[in-house]
């Protein structure tokens, strides 16, 4: 039996079958980044300054999730001399990186309104991306657990290596579309968000 060992890191602005075992071990923690201003132009202006940086960008954002899997996979030599995945053991860390607004208590009541809504809706989106990368480890136990044993314990290394790249690719592409989607449809949301807030405060 050998061990394969598996780590990747993201930085971004998911039936065994019988034979198998696999397990998934999710952690997450947060961080956070101070701004400061009294009007909902020096917020965003904050945002823009303090934000964290998108991997292999210098382009600032509102907030981030860093993501860690790690792990590793075990082989095991069958009767009949051909090879598979015996286990799979894939962590995940997610750590969340959040803005927190040092001087809320000098600002209106209408830029405390707008940064809730905008807070609120920033740490909907990391935790979004969180559960992503959850999902896509999930799917990556499982899709290593399922491969068809290999005449050598090298071939199987081999496809087991191209399926965690694939799964791992598909991953990166699915946190990517879920950035595009949000972001076209970002002044909508948060307009709604804003009415509906205005609309609860009014009734009381």
């Known amino acids: 039996m050998r061990t394969r060992l598996l780590v990747y890191v993201l930085c971004i602005t998911a039936s065994l079958i019988s034979f198998g075992h696999a397990e998934t071990v999710f952690s997450k923690s947060y961080q956070y980044f ?15 300054r303090r934000g964290p940086k998108a991997s292999g960008s210098e382009l600032r954002h509102p907030g981030a999730t860093q993501m860690k899997f790690s ?34 208590g000098g600002a ?24 992503i990368a959850r999902q896509y480890a999930r799917k990556l136990e499982k899709s290593l657990i399922a491969l068809y044993p290999r005449k050598s314990c090298d071939e199987m290394e081999a496809i087991a290596n191209k399926e965690s790249e694939k799964i791992l690719a598909q991953h990166d592409k699915a ?30």
């Open 175 to 204: 946190q990517q579309n879920f950035d595009r989607t949000e972001s076209a449809s970002f002044d909508r949301r948060m307009n709604r968000m804003l009415r509906f807030k205005i609309q609860k405060m009014n009734e009381k």
């Open 71 to 104: 792990g590793s996979y075990k082989y095991q030599e069958l009767r009949n001399g051909r090879c598979k995945v015996r286990s799979a053991n894939i962590k995940l860390h997610t750590k969340l990186i959040l803005p927190r607004w040092s001087n809320r």
């Open 34 to 48: 101070r701004i400061s201003g009294s009007t909902a132009a020096d917020l965003d202006a904050e945002l823009s």
């Open 108 to 131: 209106t009541q209408d830029v405390a309104l707008i940064w809730d809504t905008l807070s609120r809706d920033i740490k909907r989106h990391e935790e979004r991306h969180a559960e």
